[in-house]
């Protein structure tokens, strides 16, 4: 088991590695193709040559290597390794922020709005899988399926933008002419996320951006319920005379779990993607926004460690994931 | 039995504590007497609040709040009233005496005298600080010293890199301070507009702590205005500023405290304007044609002419654009209707001039080509020599939404009537800008410019002036630069004015830039404020108005 | 656009008995079992009539789609499917109908390209990898868990907005280039894991065994014997992942990086009128909207039936 879980690790640390150099290379090769980013510390105003010489140094953008096409620039590359070593993620072009404490800043709300839409997902899936299942190839599996297709094509940020531009305000016009303008619940469908109250506006974006990935899950809970259904244990307890319901909530839900979670992890990245979508449309600033502003606006130092930080949790995700498998399948460990 | 009560005993303690639970920080309503209450404003991306940098709308809908400055704009007819200057006066337009009113302070308690003004225009002044309104000092004797003019390229140690001899000076020599509160100013040349031009952000004066430490003056400015930020300002998360107790100017607050939250990318205030969150917006398009429809939200919209102008420039150093029947001939093809109807009826106004109305000077109708004639246009375009077969011309603008909605809609109407085909070139903006000064845009391009003052002169030298290649058009031409000298030294405004019209006709002639619409300002206010005016030189786009104005109904 | 939850079909080793007749009979077998159902029967159909917009615009509008004129911006269709503009007219003053007519060949043409690179790679990468093992397939792996880690939307979007092209035309190919290649970079490794999986199943089969003893070259072996059998877990998401992608394209063009304007596309119109729809344009928005859905959910459920019926366990 140790020896697999070391395996995995130095898996984990190359991959991770290869990342941060594949981000580093493609953004070396976009300032040698489009030009030099470090104009934008400058916004609006054309800087003399002295002046930009003197920005590009200070964020390491005026090695030759940003001349030539196609170099990939290995010691700008190492120079970055050590100073994440050292904890300094960079500042950005606009402004001059600390990355570091952006992300600090932003990672917690991205939490959030992950906490709500995977609760929902695996609520929504269960409840819906297991209904499918129990009511196999009858008319509630058909809709379930067709259902959860339908509610799956339309895309997230369509979702959002209609909520937020259709339904929301209507809604918390409603709500606050019921329980008054200064009332909790008044900001709870507030079209755009407010820093005010972190909390009520984060659920409703967070259960819309549940929905997204709705039908593979529920397709997987469905498929992971009938093979229990069929399962001996399940026929052992039904012939201990324990209730049809007790053995579908205690036995069945339990053991149909277990996949919907390793689906989250293997998914994580997939999910990810809804959050950027979802934080850029309804104005919440987390991390999904800072890497999506910064992708528009060429942020060097964001972008690339933006993408390390999605690598190292979808990694470290993944490493539980397969760690839990290994832990309950001996099988895989001596693979 | 039990079960049932228990659940209903806990759903209404969880109804009780919902809605108990308030900690709306919108106090409105709140304070008593005249005055008081909280607004909340929506902003932009803010790039910083130092006063020589500050030439972008998001960075000056603060900056003029949290300072004052010399003159003032009238809110109504846009001449310039003294705020923090008691007299402003000259004898021959050259030399200028500005006499300082006695007691002002900054926030830190510093005073604001000659000192404090003339530190900071030395400090935007000298070249090496790269400010990004150094060139208004241009005017000033001085001047060159501190932003001298590079080495030749064959002392340069990078032949890409230019470098530049250490300026002779790092202070203005035309500057002095007479007395505490009196500075002298010496132009290089005369200028009439002078005590207009103080109105802008360039002459407004910095603490020594600010200058002491920039960084920190970045995000928590010093001012000596009306408002008095509470903490720094965060870029994602806005701010608020609260009323300064110890002002003693000449235009105070009436409210106690403006929040500002802040609508990056694409999103705007609408739909929070909507649920009562945000008290000023000015809606895009589309939400803007449904509130015309509501009379009751009607009742509360502040409608009145802009102050910028959008025009189509054309590149002169491109051969195919040499021949003024071409740029007549476009001029006259777009339909410039057809195009406010596409962007939104409330938008703007077709342009007809190169200088809006409401500018002092401006409102000429001075554009002959601007009025949209499909047989004109062609028969123009056949005196150019007509369009080569099969070849489109290339629309150039910095990306944005609005943008590409503006300029596909004037592509459309130009390929509708001359029936040449067009492509769109977006780029971000410094990289438009980069191209646009280094005349390496390769068709017609989005020019678009709005008041520094309030005079028709800054429509014209800063745009048009300057020779080929200090103004993006590549437009050169003695007979504007002596119109421009001519009127620069008139004895007073009033017959300067008319001679920079002049100027402007020479223009209208040329027609460097095809001039396409006129801004509108449209601002929806909400019921919990009041007195919502809109300055028309300091009004920022997205939904701005006055604070020192607005008051918080009771 | 990943469907990485559930395990796929895999090729039943039993059944390949030569390896001409093999396949013959799980295909026959899945389309005997997929015309059955009605839900198929539809989906095809709309399917068909997409493509059909696609190839043959024509036959569904006379008007020009790019003959705009802004006098006539926004148009309400009142007069329905009759007159000059059946469905009024768009933002710009464009005929709708046509829009949206012309719109389907840059969309389905992107979703096509994309996948026809990706699943090429994939079977490219994954044969190899399956194939040869060792060195090969550890870097082959390696990279497959490389580009796995980043997300496919994002990974799209980081490439187009770092390599963000000047120009937009309206010539099809430049349009839709760019964004079919940021798509298919990282849209690949699924296809490569399943390829993989299958490839080294059938590798170790009797037959192959028997083949190379022969002194069959490598090619033909992974021709003739392996890929037929990689080729149907591939086959059995392509439809659905045809879906994910028409989606996406929408999200890329909300954020004006995919296919630009002044061409034409699904998620382009969708993008304009979602910004119209709240301002009582509500067509401007309901028309490419059911046109998305309508088709994503045909292909999305032509592809759920395509799975169920070349899995060979629920037989």
């Known amino acids: 088991m140790g020896r697999y879980v070391i395996r995995r690790l130095l898996q984990a640390l190359l991959t991770l590695g290869l990342v941060l150099f594949l981000m580093h290379w493609l953004m070396a090769l976009s300032v040698q193709v489009r030009g030099n980013p470090a104009r934008l510390f400058f916004g609006d105003r054309t800087p003399n040559a002295a002046a930009l010489a003197q920005v590009e140094a200070m964020y390491n953008l005026d090695n030759p290597c940003y001349e030539r096409t196609g170099d990939p620039c290995i010691a700008p590359f190492i120079e970055r390794l050590q100073a994440y070593a050292a904890g300094d993620f960079g500042t950005t072009l606009r402004g001059n922020r600390d990355v570091g404490e952006l992300l600090a800043i932003s990672i917690p709300n991205t939490l959030r709005l992950f906490a709500f839409s995977i609760v929902t997902l695996v609520v929504l899936a269960m409840v819906f899988g297991s209904w499918a299942a129990r009511h196999r190839n009858r008319f509630q599996d058909h809709f379930v399926r067709g259902g959860t297709i339908l509610v799956d094509s339309v895309p997230v940020f369509l979702i959002m933008l209609i909520y937020s531009s259709l339904i929301a305000v209507p809604l918390t016009r409603w709500v606050r002419g019921i329980f008054g303008g200064d009332s909790a619940i008044g900001q709870l469908f507030r079209p755009t996320y407010d820093v005010d109250h972190p909390w009520m506006t984060i659920i409703i974006p967070g259960l819309l951006l549940g929905t997204a990935g709705l ?65 850029g449309i309804m104005q919440i600033p987390g991390m999904g926004q800072l890497l999506w502003n910064a992708l528009l606006g060429t942020e060097v130092s964001i972008v690339i460690t933006s993408f390390v930080v999605i690598a190292v949790v979808v990694l470290a995700v993944n490493l539980v994931v397969d760690l839990m498998y290994a832990l309950l399948d001996p099988r895989i460990r001596y693979a | 039995m039990k079960r049932i009560r228990t659940a209903a005993a806990v759903c209404a303690a969880a109804a009780l504590a919902l809605t108990a639970c308030t900690g709306d920080p919108n106090d409105v309503g709140d304070g008593g007497g005249d005055g008081g209450g909280t607004v909340d404003m929506q902003i932009g991306e803010v790039p910083t609040l130092v006063v020589s940098d500050c030439d972008d709308s998001e960075c000056y809908r603060i900056v003029k709040n949290i300072y004052d400055g010399l003159v003032y704009y009238d809110n109504e007819t846009g001449e310039p009233i003294n705020l923090v200057a008691e007299a402003i006066t000259s004898e021959d337009n050259q030399t200028w005496t500005i006499t300082i009113k006695e007691g002002l302070q900054f926030q830190n308690g510093e005073p604001v005298d000659a000192e404090a003004f003339i530190r900071s225009w030395n400090n935007t002044a000298y070249g090496p600080n790269v400010a990004g309104l150094n060139y208004f000092f241009g005017r000033f004797q001085g001047y060159a010293e501190m932003n001298p003019a590079p080495l030749p390229e064959d002392q340069w140690a990078d032949p890409e890199v230019p470098e530049f001899p250490e300026p002779e000076a790092d202070t203005l020599s035309g500057v002095t301070a007479i007395d505490d509160l009196t500075i002298e100013v010496k132009l290089t040349q005369q200028f009439s507009g002078f005590a207009t031009m103080l109105g802008y952000a360039a002459f407004l004066p910095m603490a020594e702590e600010c200058l002491a430490d920039l960084e920190a003056c970045m995000w928590n400015p010093i001012g000596n205005g009306p408002f008095m930020l509470e903490g720094e300002y965060d870029p994602e998360a806005g701010a608020s500023a609260v009323r300064w107790e110890d002002y003693e100017g000449g235009m105070p607050a009436k409210i106690d405290k403006v929040n500002w939250h802040p609508y990056l990318g694409e999103s705007d205030c609408w739909n929070d304007f909507k649920t009562g969150d945000i008290d000023v917006c000015s809606p895009r398009a589309a ?262 104005e607005i008051t918080v109904v009771q | 656009m990943p469907d990485r939850t559930e395990p796929l079909p895999e090729p039943v080793p039993g059944a390949v008995k030569s390896p001409d007749a093999p396949q013959a009979s799980l295909w026959k077998d899945a389309f005997h079992r997929m015309v059955r159902r009605v839900d198929v029967i539809i989906a095809a159909l709309l399917i068909l009539v ?252 032509f592809g759920d039936a395509l799975r169920d019926a070349l899995d060979p366990k629920l037989r």
């Open chain 2, 287 to 548: 939400d803007f044609e449904t509130a015309m429809a509501d009379p009751e939200l009607t009742e509360r919209l502040v409608s009145q002419p802009g102050t910028t102008f959008t025009a189509l420039g054309f590149p002169l150093w491109m051969e195919e654009w040499q021949d003024v029947n071409l740029r007549r001939a476009f001029s006259t093809a777009i339909d410039r209707e057809a195009v406010l109807t596409v962007i939104g009826q409330a938008r703007g106004v077709p342009a007809d001039g190169f200088i809006p109305e409401s500018i002092f000077g401006g409102g000429t109708g001075s554009c002959e080509y601007c009025e949209y004639d499909p047989e004109e246009a062609k028969r123009l375009l056949e005196e150019a020599g007509g369009w080569p077969e099969g070849e489109v011309f290339e629309l150039w603008y910095n990306e944005s939404a609005d943008n590409q909605t503006l300029f596909r809609a004037v592509g459309d109407s130009i390929k509708e009537t001359l029936g040449i085909e067009y492509e769109l070139v977006p780029l971000d903006w410094p990289e438009f800008l980069t191209a646009r000064d280094e005349h390496t845009v390769e068709g017609p391009f989005r020019y678009a410019w709005g008041p520094d003052y309030n005079l028709n002169e800054n429509f014209l030298t800063p745009v048009y002036g300057g020779g080929e290649a200090m103004n993006v058009f590549g437009y050169a031409s003695p007979e504007f630069d002596a119109a421009i000298l001519a009127a620069d030294q008139a004895p007073t405004l009033e017959e300067a004015v008319p001679l920079y019209a002049e100027a402007e006709k020479l223009i209208a002639d040329a027609m460097p830039a095809a001039p396409v619409l006129y801004s509108s300002d449209n601002v929806f206010y909400s019921e919990d404020v009041e007195n919502v005016v809109l300055n028309p030189i300091y009004v920022a786009p997205g939904g701005d108005c006055e604070l020192r």
């Open chain 1, 215 to 279: 039908a593979s899950m529920t397709r997987l809970v469905r498929a992971s319920q009938l093979e229990n259904y069929h399962a001996d244990f399940v026929r052992t307890a039904h012939a201990k005379g324990l209730s049809r319901r007790r053995v579908a909530n205690v036995h069945i839900v339990r053991n149909s779990l277990i996949p919907v979670v390793t689906a989250i992890g293997y998914n994580f990245a997939f999910i990810l993607t809804g959050a950027v979508v979802t934080e």
């Open chain 3, 50 to 301: 997409a493509v059909a917009m696609a190839l043959f615009p024509t036959l569904f509008t006379d008007a020009d789609p790019r003959s705009c004129s802004g006098r006539l911006a926004r148009q309400r269709p009142d007069t329905w499917f009759t007159g000059d503009h059946p469905l009024g007219t768009d933002a710009f003053g464009c005929d709708f109908a046509a829009k949206l007519v012309y719109g389907t060949r840059p969309t389905l043409l992107l979703a096509v390209s994309v996948i026809v690179l990706s699943v090429l790679i994939g079977l490219v990468m994954g044969i190899l990898s399956g194939y040869y093992g060792g060195w090969t397939d550890a870097v082959i792996s390696r990279a497959l868990e490389v580009f796995m880690v980043v997300p496919f939307l994002l990974g799209a979007l980081l490439l187009l907005a770092l390599f963000r092209g000047r120009s937009s035309s309206e010539e099809l190919i430049p349009a839709v280039a760019p964004a079919a290649l940021a798509l298919a970079v990282f849209g690949w490794m699924e296809f490569a894991r399943y390829v993989r999986a299958a490839t080294i199943e059938t590798r170790n089969l009797d037959y192959v065994a028997a083949a190379r003893c022969l002194g069959a070259r490598d090619r033909r072996i992974m021709f003739r014997h392996i890929m037929p059998n990689a080729i149907v877990p591939v086959t059995a998401i392509v439809p659905t992942t045809v879906g994910g992608i028409i989606v996406t394209e929408s999200v890329l063009a909300v954020l004006g990086l995919g296919i630009r304007p002044p061409a034409t596309s699904w998620g382009i119109l969708l993008a304009e009128g979602t910004g119209w729809a709240a301002g009582g344009y509500l067509y401007l928005l309901l028309w490419p909207m059911a046109f998305l859905l309508i088709t994503v959910f045909a292909f999305a459920t």
